[in-house]
């Protein structure tokens, strides 16, 4: 059994990288390499990680990381914790607490969602605060502040929203090889046309930046399956539904105030 708390935003050398898979300054992510490795089949884990590191998908280290985590174990839980729960050490980012267990893939994950309470010097998190998660955790239930989400079905579901960009980015990159056979004609011709060598160069260097946009759209699908940012289902977006007119409205009648009052301190 694994209980840690690594460090967040540390910034490692190469030296220090060269015994992890996947290679990365991210101190964190080097951990979680390491504490995937360092547990046996059934071991459990609790670790408290940043948010950062959940919500990444722009950077291969953290995409590949998380997936091997998904691969080689169970998340079965992450609990999303307010803001400020470790102030006072030093830490001013956003924490998530992550329990998993080794030895078989991730189906589901159950989230569990305390970002609500307000955390102050003097009103930290207690473990008063964790009494409706220790209610609903044996069964894993959903509430107003749990849900679950099925890792299995949002794979498939990318795989069938990247496949098509996926074959696209295939067939781009067919055409290219056909149009490099014809430019290499051209270039052995006597005499060389060279209109027709620069509009194959032309259309090839066209090709393969779609190829590559494809592809990376096809990969940016894939990878978003390992954004497990806690995002609950269940609250409602506070959405602002005034017209431009109330809002200029409003703005006027605000300077019209401010004009007043500046007009009383001047007499």
Same mark, same amino acid.
């Given at each position: 059994?694994?209980?840690?708390? $690594?460090?967040?935003? /540390?910034?490692? /050398?190469?030296?220090?990288?060269?015994?992890?898979?996947?290679?990365?300054?991210?101190?964190?992510?080097?951990?979680? =390499?390491?504490?995937?490795? +360092?547990?046996?089949? /059934?071991?459990?884990? /609790?670790?408290?990680?940043?948010? @950062?590191?959940?919500?990444?998908?722009?950077?291969?280290?953290?995409?590949?990381?998380?997936?091997?985590?998904?691969?080689?174990?169970?998340?079965?839980?992450?609990? +999303?914790?307010? @803001?400020?729960?470790? +102030?006072?050490? *030093?830490? @001013?980012?956003?924490?998530?607490?992550?329990?998993?267990?080794? *030895?078989?893939?991730?189906?589901?994950?159950?989230?569990?969602?305390?970002?609500?309470?307000?955390?102050?010097?003097?009103?930290?998190?207690?473990?008063?605060?964790?009494?409706?998660?220790?209610?609903?955790?044996?069964?894993?239930?959903?509430?107003?502040? +749990?849900?679950?989400?099925?890792?299995?079905?949002?794979? =498939?579901? &990318?795989?069938?929203?990247?496949?098509?960009?996926?074959?696209?980015?295939?067939?781009?990159?067919?055409?290219? &090889?056909?149009?490099?056979?014809?430019?290499?004609?051209?270039?052995? &011709?006597?005499?060389?046309? %060279?209109?027709?060598?620069?509009?194959?160069?032309?259309?090839?260097?066209?090709?393969?930046?779609?190829?590559?946009?494809?592809?990376?759209?096809?990969?940016?699908? %894939?990878?978003?399956?390992?954004?497990?940012?806690?995002?609950?289902?269940?609250?409602?977006?506070?959405?602002?539904?005034?017209? $431009?007119? %109330?809002?200029?409205?409003?703005?006027?009648?605000?300077?019209?105030?401010?004009?007043? &009052?500046?007009?009383?301190?001047?007499?």
């Amino acid at each position: 059994m694994i209980l840690t708390n $690594p460090p967040f935003g /540390g910034k490692e /050398g190469k030296e220090a990288q060269t015994n992890f898979d996947y290679k990365t300054g991210a101190t964190q992510v080097l951990f979680l =390499q390491h504490v995937i490795r +360092s547990l046996r089949d /059934g071991g459990r884990c /609790g670790i408290v990680l940043d948010e @950062g590191l959940l919500f990444r998908t722009n950077e291969d280290a953290f995409v590949k990381t998380k997936r091997k985590l998904l691969d080689d174990c169970d998340l079965w839980c992450v609990v +999303s914790l307010p @803001g400020g729960v470790f +102030s006072a050490a *030093g830490a @001013g980012v956003k924490t998530n607490l992550l329990f998993f267990t080794k *030895g078989q893939p991730t189906e589901k994950i159950w989230y569990y969602d305390l970002t609500d309470i307000e955390v102050r010097k003097r009103t930290p998190l207690t473990l008063q605060h964790f009494g409706d998660f220790f209610r609903l955790l044996p069964h894993r239930a959903d509430s107003a502040l +749990s849900w679950t989400v099925d890792m299995d079905e949002r794979k =498939q579901i &990318a795989a069938v929203e990247s496949k098509p960009l996926a074959a696209q980015a295939t067939a781009k990159r067919q055409q290219e &090889a056909q149009r490099n056979e014809q430019l290499r004609r051209l270039k052995k &011709a006597k005499p060389r046309d %060279e209109l027709a060598t620069a509009a194959a160069e032309a259309k090839i260097k066209a090709l393969k930046a779609e190829a590559r946009a494809l592809a990376n759209d096809a990969k940016r699908i %894939e990878d978003a399956v390992y954004d497990l940012k806690a995002v609950n289902p269940h609250k409602k977006p506070i959405v602002d539904t005034r017209t $431009p007119e %109330e809002l200029m409205e409003i703005i006027e009648a605000k300077g019209q105030e401010v004009a007043e &009052a500046l007009a009383v301190l001047r007499d």
